[in-house]
């Protein structure tokens, strides 16, 4: 094989063979991807696939545990912050992060060496070059998200930056704020910066990208030209190998005839979600598929009472329940399992049969002043063995156990209060695939007594598996509802990433 | 004038300028001149506990181990100069006792990562017990008089040397902290940590800074202290640091970080000071002093932390929506 230096030198970055272990889940496993001058790296994948772990590691924070990293056709040999600016590499995150209480000015030359006369003027010349207008006295609080973003990008300039990474840049901007956006970036791109743009939303990929890299289980699966590549084929280069639409759950399908929905909204809008409208029926499990941010928990969160509801009504049993209070809805029989365990859904520290009953201590049943221990391990042994959790002894602390079986906790925990409906969001991210069979079986006996669920999931064979009924959220928005037999992994994958409508688009 | 007003050192120039009006209309002998140069005489020993406490309240933490760092200091150099010790080689102890226990603390917080109110109790603890160790459970008395002299010896009219140096420290400090590169640090490490790091600001070796100027600050304040009160017990400055907390709050600082400057928490030990003066001038007992301050203290928290709270409500709100308005070209 014959290398071509001259093309590997015009590289601004390049990364080969980066491996990344985190304790036994390995997150990088191989990856090479490089960027030119001028160049915009599309570069698309789902939750986990480890795009920021790679990040992390091109800025610096992380230390790759094999492969290397090249600036400029320099090897990097320190793996630190400082020395990925120096080298010209400055992320811009998701949601800025700059000084709320310091000026615009402040913010962008914070951190920068020069006497302060000379960067004031070179603050003036970035600016007019991308010919933007903005008071640098004003306070960072008072800018919107776009306004952040450009600041962001602004500092990255002044840095000097030859490669910059755009992470989900327009994930919170409105639509005029997106072409905007996308104008600097042209101009950007003209002036020999490498930019690369991660983004959920395959239509902007094609506007805006020279290059495109799918990423998926640490994994780059697809590289190369925009040019080279359709949305059908990044689709596909999105969905597992060994993806078989065909094998499909034999279950029985659900009898629809003489059922009324159990749960309905109409028109329901809040923060982060607008105009969905859905019913879910008796034993039915209702797939909501989407990326991360799509506006799916946001949705959960509001449903439980957590959140405002901006407009619309949501519906149990015939009754109104919008806008009540968790406590309320709880008491009408709605039930959440939150997707981090951790954070929102288990004591760790109390034992197991503390956790089970949690949902039913601010009732009677366990005791009106004193807690009833006997009626505590009573439902607390009759979940356990049911679900199959894996314990040591009800007095196990709920901390010590298991991904898989917190998560069975949790679920059962909701059980215990004989719930209507149960949403449960991502309710197998991060846990083996035993538990992750235990908790189907879960769901399956929640169908069986008649209780509705709604399954808020990114993985798109588990909606698959699992749903009677499926809709896709895309920004916030309901786009595509399909029937059992209509439900495919690439088409659930297509509408989540902004492609046609659910329906359309199948295998 | 809006923007004026909006500077929070002013506003708490104001309050202090509305305090002493309105003490002084009910006791006219307040407006006098002497008076109230005595505010800020007096109010030299919490100038310094709180200019120094600022910079870990700007960058975020809390130091509550200053009281007692204050009376170690006192009593270690109060010792030197009994002993016959020369007033430079008691200043330099005490000073170096004062950046110790910063270093320990900035250690505890910045590198263990342990949270700053506990970890700084805890020094607090073992601080105090050294005092009582150290003294034996003695008053340190005796001091020079050549020392004890200077708290009384004035540099211009009725200010004090003591004030006077306090000043200049403060507009350095104040200088520093808003026209450096790196003095910028400190409020940009407690604004936003995160972002900090992003930019390249060792966010870590910032915090530590902070502790030991705090501990300097406070073992000079200890110095003061001595020469002011003439002796030492082994309970010296037991409680200032709620008080010194409370003068940055008072002075504009917000406890969470990232706002605030030293100009304002030297105007927030005045008024600080001021208020025992104010009850015996109002004819009450300086009992209510702690009550008052407490008070005080909570009062201007809770506003703070309810404006605070409202607001970043507001904005998470307001990128929910975003993502959701204005994509009239892609919802039939």
Redesign the interface.
């Known amino acids: 094989m014959i290398k071509h230096s001259e093309a590997v030198d015009q590289k601004l970055f390049t990364a080969s063979g980066i491996i990344k272990t985190f304790g036994i889940n390995s997150v990088l496993k191989g990856i090479d991807l490089s960027l030119g001058e001028g160049e915009v790296l599309a570069l698309i994948g789902g939750n986990g696939a480890g795009k920021s772990t790679l990040m992390k590691i091109i800025?610096g924070i992380y230390q790759p545990d094999q492969g290397s990293v090249s600036i400029a056709g320099e090897k990097m040999t320190v793996f630190k912050?400082?020395s990925s600016?120096?080298r010209g590499i400055y992320?811009v995150?998701q949601?800025p992060?700059?000084?709320?209480?310091?000026t615009v000015e402040?913010n962008v030359l914070?951190?920068?060496?020069e006497k302060p006369g000379i960067l004031k003027k070179r603050l003036k010349e970035t600016m007019a070059e991308i010919n933007w207008k903005l008071d640098l006295g004003r306070k960072a609080?008072s800018l919107?998200?776009a306004e952040q973003q450009l600041v962001e990008l602004l500092?990255g300039l002044m840095r000097q930056a030859r490669v910059l990474i755009l992470d989900e840049p327009t994930?919170?901007?409105?639509?005029?704020e997106v072409e905007s956006l996308f104008k600097i970036v042209e101009d950007l791109k003209k002036k020999g910066i490498g930019i690369i743009y991660i983004t959920h939303r395959l239509t902007e990929v094609f506007q805006i990208a020279t290059h495109v890299a799918i990423m998926r289980d640490g994994v780059i699966t697809l590289n190369g030209k925009i040019s080279e590549f359709t949305r059908e084929m990044l689709v596909k280069g999105l969905l597992p190998d060994d993806c078989k639409e065909a094998e499909r759950q034999e279950a029985e399908e659900l009898d629809y005839t003489g059922l009324m929905p159990v749960f309905e909204l109409k028109n329901f809008?809040g923060?982060?979600?607008?105009d969905i409208s859905l019913k879910i029926y008796p034993g039915e499990v209702l797939g909501v598929a989407g990326v991360v941010?799509a506006?799916r928990t946001?949705l959960a969160v509001t449903v439980f009472g957590k959140d405002?509801v901006l407009s619309g009504t949501a519906v149990l049993d015939g009754k109104d329940v919008t806008g009540l209070s968790t406590r309320e809805i709880l008491k009408v029989g709605i039930n959440y399992v939150p997707e981090d365990r951790r954070l929102n859904g288990l004591f760790a520290i109390s034992d197991v049969a503390a956790n089970m009953t949690s949902a039913l201590i601010t009732g009677k049943s366990m005791g009106k002043l004193f807690v009833n221990r006997k009626a505590e391990y009573e439902i607390t042994s009759r979940y356990v063995n049911d679900f199959r959790i894996k314990i040591t002894g009800l007095d196990q602390s709920a901390g010590s156990l298991s991904g898989g079986n917190q998560q069975k906790i949790v679920i059962g925990r909701s059980l215990a209060t004989g719930p209507r409906l149960v949403i449960l969001d991502e309710p197998t991210r991060g846990i083996d695939a035993a538990a992750r069979k235990d908790v189907y079986g879960i769901i399956h006996k929640l169908k069986k007594l008649g209780v509705a669920v709604m399954l808020i999931s990114s993985d798109m064979e588990e909606i698959v598996e699992l749903s009677d009924r499926a809709v896709v959220v895309y920004?916030?928005?309901i786009r595509g509802e399909l029937k059992k037999q209509e439900i495919t992994q690439s088409g659930l994958m297509a509408a989540s990433f902004?492609v046609g409508e659910g329906k359309q688009v199948e295998g | 004038m809006k923007k004026f007003l909006k500077n929070r050192e002013i506003n708490s120039f104001l309050f202090l300028t509305v305090l002493i009006f309105l003490v002084g209309l009910i006791n006219q002998s307040f407006w006098k001149p002497e008076t109230i140069i005595n505010c800020f005489n007096d109010s030299v020993v919490f100038t310094f506990l709180s200019a120094g406490i600022a910079f870990v309240i700007l960058t975020g933490e809390i130091d509550v181990s200053i009281g007692a760092v204050l009376g170690l200091s006192s009593a270690v150099g109060a010792t030197l100069l009994r002993d016959g010790y020369g007033i430079g080689a008691a200043v330099s102890a005490a000073i170096l006792v004062g950046a110790l226990v910063g270093l320990v603390n900035g250690i505890g917080v910045a590198v263990l990562n342990i949270p700053s109110l506990i970890f700084t109790l805890g020094v607090n603890g073992v601080v105090r017990g050294i005092i009582y160790v150290y003294t034996k459970g003695a008053w340190v008395e005796n001091l020079p008089a050549d020392f004890t002299i200077f708290s009384n010896r004035f540099l211009a009219g009725n200010v004090t040397y003591f004030y006077g140096a306090a000043l200049v420290i403060i507009v350095i400090g104040h200088l520093i902290l808003t026209k450096t590169r790196k003095g910028k640090y400190f409020v940009a490490v407690g604004d936003n940590a995160a972002g900090a790091t992003l930019v390249g600001i060792p966010a870590d070796k910032t915090r530590i800074m902070a502790y030991v100027l705090c501990g300097v600050f406070a073992s000079m304040a200890g110095i003061i202290y001595a020469s002011r009160i003439g002796f030492i017990t082994p309970t010296a400055g037991s409680g200032y640091e709620m008080k010194a907390i409370a003068a940055c709050v008072l002075g504009g600082l917000s406890l969470t970080g990232g706002i605030g400057s030293l100009a304002g928490a030297a105007i927030g030990a005045v008024i600080m000071s001021s208020i025992s003066r104010i009850l015996v001038f109002l004819g009450f007992s300086s009992d209510y002093d702690n009550t008052i301050t407490g008070f005080l203290l909570l009062t201007i928290v809770v506003i703070n932390t309810t404006v605070q709270n409202r607001g970043a409500l507001k904005n998470r709100h307001e990128i929910l929506a975003a993502k959701t308005a204005g994509k009239g070209g892609q919802k039939a």
Do not use: C, H, V
């Not at chain 1, 992060?97 to 310091?102: A, E, G, H, Q």
């Open positions: 800025m912050p400082s600016l120096a992320m995150p949601e992060l700059l000084f709320p209480n310091m402040e914070i951190g920068l060496g609080m919107s998200i500092r994930s919170a901007l409105t639509f005029d809008s923060y982060g979600f607008w941010g506006g946001e405002k920004q916030g928005r902004g």
